[in-house]
């Protein structure tokens, strides 16, 4: 056995550091010698020993480098995979090492029943391999004490794995009781619960049956086989062993939510409790998909829902640990001070109740049930060695917060790329974290991607922006305000022959450029990145100054292309405010981006202190912040991600009463609506990461010759990218690397490069790859602008109408159109006192989805008829439809109070019951019996003990009080 190792060392090497392969070499044992012989060989030796010094002497000098041992590395990486290990071997150099990692006593050799009638003891956890099963022997047993938890079925490395292990089903069925083990039990046929089976590779989804620990717990016979990224530990096994899932299923199916509404607790709403239910119904009936993607429009309370359905999966015990997961410690620590303080039962907070771990904590203790964690210190656990290892059993629940952002999914990758590429070329860091856990997963975001449905599947339940609008749990925005400016509108443009300035990010200076051979012209996207034009910004700050207030309880946010960007905005703020004539005090008007110094205390300023009032940020407060008070949130950069421009406008969906906010502003100087309603998503051929000269690599170990032809075409895709911006100089060099040729040259020679041809032909041009990717990169450049600019006009964005009067137009003629097609419309004009609760808030969905709201609408009504007025969407079907007067809620509730009080007389405590009517009326629109059985009324004796207070006349007087709503 010691030689063939020796033989697969020297094979490994010489692959290593000669640039040749040994196909076909295999190892067979040499006969015996003779004494001429030996002698002949150890003359040889004596060569070798020769050839070995030389050798030495190479190694130095392909380490002369941190890039050239690197390269070494990789190279010895990827033929020492290509090993062919028998069975034997992957389990002492690979699944050994693995279990043992994980807390199990292992050592094929030595701690063996077959070779060495090795038993379990009790106090320790053993992996005995080759243990009998009924004339079999099961690769590995696994015992914790003498109790048998597991059997494992190896495989050869470069084996399939039998991934519906039915040989370890075979061992379970055939196992004999003995003395020296206690088994756990029996189901069905088989006496042991968990079965796996591997070859030792770590587990790619891309690769299924040929990686990872494939696992199956027999004791119910619906549950199904899976892959494990790492092996369970002993007390993760048999707390699996322990855990009853039904039961915990039972409890939550059997636990009422009162608690979770009460003002006492969370207080949260219908829709919050709705998405808990969804959750939890999802882990109940689907297990085994293990994910469930919750969406909740930013400003609806997601932390303060999550922190219920936390506290209800604990205390059900439907899961041992949680991880929190963020991509921020802000995030993080909000949910944790959520977790922290809030009351969820018996005035008692999660933290009161249960023991968690914080950020700080590298390894969760044995006893907490919640863990507070970013992904970026998780990728440092897990894959660089930072601490001690954290075993796959350790969570059996992640909830990732802002689902959409970062967790993307694994690049495509077949069998092909398997060996020519470092699996973690394909799996993101963050989907690496997900996978490694074997855990339910759990996703909240505002704003799902494409991507964040791959992972977490389609939403389990979805509380949309439009909707909480029309419940009134966000405020909407009104009509955009459109900055158009000359140059927003027309670009930027040199003309022919003109001589264009260029700032230089390197060196800090402005020099002109040659006489332009063609018109150069930008647009408003390139505004702030490519092209810098202070008329431009001041021209749209000129604007904006008329529509702030610094010292405003109504707080602005603005966008800026970059940190430079930002700056300017800050000083043009300042010097614009100061020439109409307004103070503004020093901290009034800040930037918060990454650069700044404790942007996280600015942070917390600008949610909780008058100042700053005004904030300019490029990236960092997209998500993850809470302002209730920011009512403006200006646009003076493009984006091109409709999921980047929702969470820029949720900033400022939140409702905040102290300050009377009804709805929020947005400015936008960048025409982003057009930007969004265009923009596709486009995939590219080759990935700019990778460089010429690892491209160049892997077409050394390519063999199939289809994939040699696709990595042709990300190399020739590489270089397009490279020959649009190369100077005169570039093409010199390019030129001498080529012996001659041009790089469209070289792209239409490797078009028809032969397969047999390709891999010398790309070895040849070391040199040029060395060169493309050292020398020949982007400039960090922007060209400047002195072309003048001003504001052309200043419109509002209805939709599909230009201005006010044709929104209201367009409103009245859908009502006409309709009126006696949709029922609510027709109830509403004819039979108001009828209208439902249900039916209001499915006409006013069905309204929006047209394009029609009640901001909009109060908005485009302030704008025709210069009257301010906040009606609601009854008040503008009964106007324009009836043509009766426009007016508010509170007018309409007011004056039939006032009616129905004077029309009859009142006790005091029935006076009183009245006024809570009007209140509930403002707030909610409709009143009606069933409402007097919900809160806030049912707190204190619902319909029964109300209609005791009046008489037994209570239905009448709501009739009579929803009939003088809309008397005349």
């Given amino acids: 056995m010691y030689f063939k190792k020796i033989f697969s060392l020297a094979k490994w090497f010489f692959e290593t550091y000669e640039e040749d392969t040994i196909e076909n070499l295999v190892y ?149 009781p003995q003395a020296e083990i206690t088994l756990l039990g029996q189901w069905d046929t088989y006496k042991v ?79 919050q409790i709705e998405a808990i239910q969804s959750v939890e119904n999802k882990i109940i009936e689907s297990p085994f998909d293990k994910r469930a993607l919750l969406v909740m429009a930013t400003g609806t309370g ?54 968690f771990d914080d950020l700080g904590t590298t390894i969760p203790d044995s006893g907490s049930r919640l863990h507070f964690a970013t992904v970026q210190s998780m990728v440092k656990r897990l894959f660089y060695n930072e601490g001690e290892p954290l075993t796959v059993d350790t969570y059996d629940c992640i909830i990732v917060d802002e689902a959409h952002r970062g967790y993307q999914l694994d690049k495509e990758m077949n069998e092909d790329d398997f060996g020519i590429r470092n699996e973690d070329d394909y799996v993101a860091q963050y989907r ?123 707080k602005t946010i603005i966008f800026a292309a970059r940190d430079s960007h930002a700056d300017t905005i800050i000083n043009m703020l300042g010097e614009e405010f100061e020439k109409i004539g307004v103070d503004v005090h020093e901290k009034a008007i800040q930037k918060i981006t990454g650069s700044v110094y404790d942007n996280a205390q600015l942070t917390r300023d600008f949610k909780n202190e008058r100042y700053p009032n005004i904030v300019v940020t490029v990236d960092l407060l997209t998500t993850g912040i809470d302002v209730p008070s920011i009512c403006n ?88 990218r490279k020959s649009r911006n190369l100077t005169a100089e570039q093409k010199e060099h390019i030129s001498y690397h080529t012996d001659g040729n041009t790089i469209e040259g070289l792209i239409q020679s490797l078009k028809n490069t032969t397969s047999s041809e390709i891999k010398n032909t790309v070895e040849q041009l070391s040199s040029l790859w060395n060169y493309l990717d050292t020398k020949v990169y982007k400039k960090y450049s922007q060209f400047v602008s002195t072309h003048e600019d001003s504001v052309m006009e200043v419109t509002r964005g209805y939709g599909n109408a230009d201005r006010p009067e044709d929104y209201i137009e367009g409103f009245k003629k859908f009502l006409q159109e309709n009126s006696n097609t949709i029922t609510a419309i027709n109830i509403i004009c004819n039979k ?73 007389q009142w006790t005091a405590v029935q006076l009183r019951w009245i006024d809570r009517f009007e209140k509930q009326l403002i707030a909610e629109t409709i009143l009606t019996k069933q409402d007097l059985d919900l809160r806030p009324f049912v707190d204190e004796g619902g319909f029964t003990r109300l209609n005791k207070i009046f008489n037994n006349e209570l239905e009448e007087l709501i009739t009579e009080l929803n009939n003088e709503l809309y008397s005349a």
């Fill in 28 to 176: 067979e044992l040499p006969p015996n010698k003779s004494d001429e012989e030996i002698a002949s060989l150890t003359d040889k030796v004596d060569e070798l020993t020769i050839q070995l010094k030389n050798y030495e002497l190479k190694i130095q000098s392909l380490n002369v480098s941190e890039s050239g041992i690197k390269k070494r590395r990789e190279k010895a990486q990827f033929y020492a995979d290509k090993i062919n290990l028998s069975e034997l071997d992957t389990r002492i150099q690979l699944i050994d090492v693995q279990l043992r990692a994980a807390g199990w006593e292992c050592d094929t050799e030595n701690i063996n029943y077959k070779n060495k009638k090795t038993l379990p003891e009790k106090g320790k956890n053993k992996a005995i391999a080759e243990w009998p099963c009924g004339g079999k022997y099961a690769d590995y047993a696994l015992f914790i004490g003498t109790e048998l938890y597991g059997l494992v079925e190896a495989k050869k490395y470069n084996t399939d794995i039998s991934t519906n292990l039915r040989q370890s089903k075979v061992y379970s069925e055939n196992i004999h």
């Fill in 193 to 271: 619960p968990f079965l796996y089976s591997t070859n030792g590779k770590k587990y790619l989804e891309q690769l299924k049956t040929k990686s990872g620990i494939w696992f199956q717990d027999i004791r119910k016979s619906t549950n199904r086989p899976y892959a494990l990224k790492g092996w369970y530990s002993p007390e993760g096994l048999k707390k699996l062993y322990t855990r009853d899932s039904e039961e915990a299923n039972e409890k939550l199916l059997e636990s009422d939510y009162d608690y979770l509404a009460s003002p006492s607790g969370l207080s949260l709403r219908d829709y």
């Fill in 302 to 355: 997601k932390t303060r829902t999550i922190n219920g359905l936390i506290y209800r999966l604990i205390k059900a015990n439907r899961f041992k640990r949680i991880l929190f997961l963020t991509d921020r410690k802000l995030l993080a620590t909000q949910a944790r001070d959520s977790i922290k303080e809030n009351k969820v039962e018996d005035q008692q907070s999660f933290g009161g109740i249960y023991p």
């Fill in 832 to 904: 108001p006192q009828e209208l439902d609760r249900k039916s209001l808030k499915e006409l006013k969905l069905l309204l929006d989805e047209k394009g029609f709201n009640e901001t909009s609408l109060n908005t485009a009504w302030k704008s025709t008829k210069n009257v301010d007025i906040a009606a609601d969407i009854i008040a503008y079907i009964r106007t324009l439809s009836m043509g009766v007067d426009l007016i508010t809620p509170q007018e309409r509730v007011q004056r039939a109070i006032s009616k129905l009080k004077s029309k009859h």
């Fill in 633 to 720: 949130v200006v646009f003076m950069r493009r984006v091109r991600s409709r999921i980047l421009y929702e969470q820029m406008l949720g900033r400022a969906t939140r409702l905040c009463r102290e300050i009377g906010k009804e709805s929020f502003k947005i400015f936008d100087a960048v025409r982003l609506y057009e930007a969004l309603k265009d923009y596709t998503q486009i995939q590219t051929v080759g990935n700019p990461s990778y460089t010429f000269q690892q491209l160049v690599e892997e077409t050394e170990r390519i063999s199939d010759e289809q994939r040699l032809y696709k990595q042709v075409e990300q190399i020739i895709a590489k270089l397009q």
């Fill in 432 to 554: 690496k974290v997900l996978d490694y856990f074997d855990a339910f997963k759990i996703g909240m975001t505002a704003t799902p991607a494409l991507h964040t449905t791959e992972i977490f599947g389609e939403s389990v339940y979805n509380y949309s922006y439009r909707r909480a609008v029309i419940d009134g749990n966000l405020v909407d925005h009104e009509p955009p305000f459109n900055i158009k400016t000359y140059l927003n509108t027309e670009g930027i443009t040199w003309e022919k022959g003109e001589k264009p300035q260029v700032y230089d990010g390197e060196t800090g200076e402005i020099t002109d450029l040659d006489e332009l051979e063609d018109e150069l012209k930008f647009d408003v996207e390139h505004f702030n990145k490519q092209v810098l034009n202070d008329n431009f910004n001041r021209a749209v700050v000129q604007e904006l100054v008329k529509h702030l207030d610094p010292e405003g309880n109504e």
